[in-house]
């Protein structure tokens, strides 16, 4: 939801091409992930770090492959409970949000890899109707915002890149679940179409903002796809905003789930620990990471923003 205002710190109105080309080389990286789990023992990254690097090594580096996971999973949950916090539930405490979706994303993962994909498919279907709303800020788009093109160095197009590489994150899930896939080795094409995907669906939703917002305007808005959903009306929906949070977390539980998914997976074939003991420390662990690490946005802060913006 705020990933133009980061971007835009570089290369200004020329951060899209930065969004493009990261898009693009994504594709190198999904292609290197196959080249490697093709020569993995297993299929995976687990048995690929012991075969390389030997057993103590190897689970030494999958420690490191758990705790991004695990970064992944708090880091997620943090960002989406500051806008519930900001937009519904001001007077909530975060411990009972979090505790909530915690809930919710673990239900989902005990139910296994099948409940897992299909929550993926059906996160990636729904949200992707809301790309219909942008009719909305189009209407009062300014193309001239784009302009001039190509009037920046390269280290400002480096800055764009960098702030654009996180919202890319999702293959590298790969190396964990790639041998549950059916016909694995035949797979990369469906992996590159994805990716082509996601990367059509940024480059769409920045250029829109770039359009909608001026340069100073994405500066100072906190959360820019939020602010123009706001100006959606219907007859019977008066704040859309809302029903645009609330299907968002359709858009957050596929990456938490595949991570959580992923590091009892790891502690599983590292060092032979039981699901549902995995499970709690995990979970203990994302919990006390997301309620002590404080989030970019202040809550306390970001009301007095949402206030403002009503006056």
Sequence with gaps: M?????????????????????????????????????????????????QIFGRWLGNILNIFFYGYMLLIVSTIIRSYLSVLVTWVFPNTPIWFLSLTMIFVISYLVVGGFRVITGICFWGMLIPSL???????????????????????????YLVSAKESIFM????????????????????????????????????????????????????????????????????????????????????ILPPCCMALWGVIRVLKESFKFKPRFSLWISIIIVHFMVINVKSKVDAEKSWDFYEHSHL
Excluded: C
Aim: hydrophobic share 50%; proline share 4%.
């Design 168 to 251: 890319y994150s999702g293959p590298e899930f790969l190396l964990i679940y790639f041998p549950f896939i059916k016909n694995n080795q035949n797979s990369q094409k469906w992996a590159h179409i994805s990716q082509m995907y996601t990367t059509i669906l940024y480059l769409v939703v920045t250029i829109i903002s770039f359009v909608y917002f001026s340069h100073g305007q994405l500066e100072h808005v906190t959360w820019p796809t939020l602010m123009m959903s706001k100006i959606i009306r219907f007859p019977f929906i008066e704040r859309f905003e809302y029903i645009f949070i609330f299907l968002w977390l359709l858009v």
């Design 2 to 50: 705020n990933f133009q205002s980061k971007i835009i710190k570089g290369a200004e109105q020329d951060a899209w091409i930065s969004v493009l080309l990261v898009g693009i080389s994504i594709h190198l990286i999904i292609w290197l992930l196959y080249f490697l789990l093709k020569k993995s023992n297993n299929g995976d990254i687990m048995s690929l770090h012991q």
């Design 130 to 156: 809301l790309l219909l709303t942008v009719y909305f800020p189009l209407q009062y788009a300014y193309w001239t915002n784009l302009l001039p093109v190509f009037n920046h160095s390269l280290s400002d």
